[in-house]
Every structure is written in C-alpha cells, then in structure tokens.
C-alpha cells in the first residue's frame, strides 16, 4: 500500500498560479502512472493529468498548455504547476498512484475566486 500525502492548495485568484505536491510513502521509482484527479462539487473525478515512469505526459484538454505534472523518483515526489488557473479549476485536486491496487492521497482544497 501506498500512502500519499497531498499539498500546496490553497485560494488564489482567476489568471494566478498554485503548486501542488505529492509526497509518497515508498519509492515511486517503479510505480508505471502517477496521477493527478480533481472532483468539483456536485461533479464526478476526473482525471486531471498523469506521468510514467520513464516521464511521459498526458493531460485533460481542460488543462493543456497551463498544468504540467513532473515527477522526482528520488524525492518520492510528484507535482502539479497549476497557471493561469480558472473558477472552474475549483475543486479537490487528488494524488493518485496506480500499483497492483488504486492508492489514493486525502485530498487538497483549491478555489479559484476573486
């Protein structure tokens, strides 16, 4: 089992930036996809963005071009650069880690509001 720890949120503002990161309780170094989730309000999960382990990328179109996801195998750490952020960017923003099971983090808060 995989624990994750998620933080970084926060409130900010239409058109700023968040940080977002995963802290991870094993070496992340052979776990093939690392994930980012989001759910809003009312709304079902919904992936946000992945990463491999040799570094390979994928995005929801909602996001490409403002989220990127990177990974640090000796740290344990993945992030998620959240720019240009959106109201409908609201939600909670999950770390998600997919082994022989789906491990998931508890969660981090991020409003977008003026």
């Known amino acids: 089992q995989v624990q994750l720890v998620e933080s970084g949120g926060g409130l900010v503002q239409p058109g700023g930036s968040l940080r977002l990161s995963c802290a991870a309780s094993?070496?992340?170094?052979?776990?093939?996809?690392m994930n980012w989730y989001r759910q809003a309000p009312g709304k079902q999960r919904e992936l946000v963005a992945s990463?491999?382990?040799?570094?390979?990328?994928n995005y929801a179109d909602s996001v490409k071009g403002r989220f990127t996801i990177s990974r640090d195998n000796a740290k344990n750490m993945v992030y998620l650069q959240m720019n240009s952020l959106r109201p409908e960017d609201t939600a909670v923003y999950y770390c998600?880690?997919?082994?022989?099971?789906?491990?998931w983090g508890q969660g981090t808060q991020v409003t977008v509001s003026s």
């Open positions: 990463i491999t382990s040799n570094g390979r990328t």
């Open positions: 998600h880690a997919l082994t022989y099971r789906d491990n």
């Open positions: 094993v070496s992340i170094f052979r776990i093939d996809f």
